[in-house]
């Protein structure tokens, strides 16, 4: 049963704590997407992989995020220093590409920064 | 550059018609989508529509494309409380290297 897979599923740290959080996207596919849900924004785009090379992260504040494909089964979405207004339910969703492509969402990783 | 607008709330009442309403403005979307989040979890694609159709309609989905005007629509006949939930219209266009665009979503409150 192919998924995209999330962890942690949940993170509370500290104002000033680094967080990274992982995603394995589905086997083959060759775009990754980062996403941002929070009641008041909706859901925001902060990066974009195409073949692990970043196409667009002018979504993602780049003072404190930074987001990697170190191989093609991983990425990271890394929030150094966090601060309150982080907190959010991040999304990684993966798909095969190609023109007609559906994007495959993980179950998200939920932080809370106190 | 591209964007994907919807209102990000909406109330029916149970058995009622639901309506969600999208707006796009790649000329070039050449698949737009309609996905949904239930509580808790990620986003599920519902279903999609090719740009050369003006219509797709799947059990009580009903599925709108007017690509003269941009404008996308999710109907959703006889609404139940299972349906309550978060509702993204997203597209996709050719020569944009992959990238699908999603809009903030529009949260579904059923009424009873």
């Known amino acids: 049963d192919a998924r995209v897979t999330q962890t942690p599923r949940h993170k509370v740290t500290e104002m000033g704590q680094e967080v990274t959080m992982r995603c394995q996207p589905i086997l083959g596919h060759n775009t990754v997407f980062w996403y941002r849900q929070t009641m008041m924004q909706g859901l925001e785009l902060l990066a974009y992989f195409r073949n692990r090379a970043p196409l667009d992260d002018s979504g993602m504040p780049k003072d404190r995020f930074s987001a990697e494909m170190p191989d093609a089964t991983l990425a990271t979405l890394k929030i150094q220093p966090s601060e309150p207004r982080d907190s959010a339910v991040y999304f990684c969703?993966?798909?095969?590409?190609?023109?007609?492509?559906?994007?495959?969402f993980g179950q998200g990783t939920r932080l809370t920064v106190v | 550059g591209e964007d994907v607008e919807q209102s990000l709330f909406l109330s029916v009442r149970e058995g009622d018609s639901s309506v969600i309403n999208c707006t796009y403005t790649d000329s070039s979307s050449t698949y737009l989508y309609w996905y949904k989040q239930e509580p808790g979890a990620g986003l599920q694609l519902l279903t999609y529509i090719f740009s050369n159709m003006d219509m797709k309609q799947d059990q009580r989905l009903t599925v709108l494309l007017n690509k003269k005007d941009k404008h996308l629509s999710l109907r959703i006949a006889d609404t139940q409380t299972g349906d309550s939930a978060i509702y993204f219209c997203a597209e996709i266009s050719a020569g944009r290297d992959d990238k699908i665009i999603f809009g903030k979503g529009t949260r579904l409150h059923i009424l009873p």
């Open positions: 969703a993966s798909g095969p590409g190609q023109g007609k492509t559906e994007a495959f």
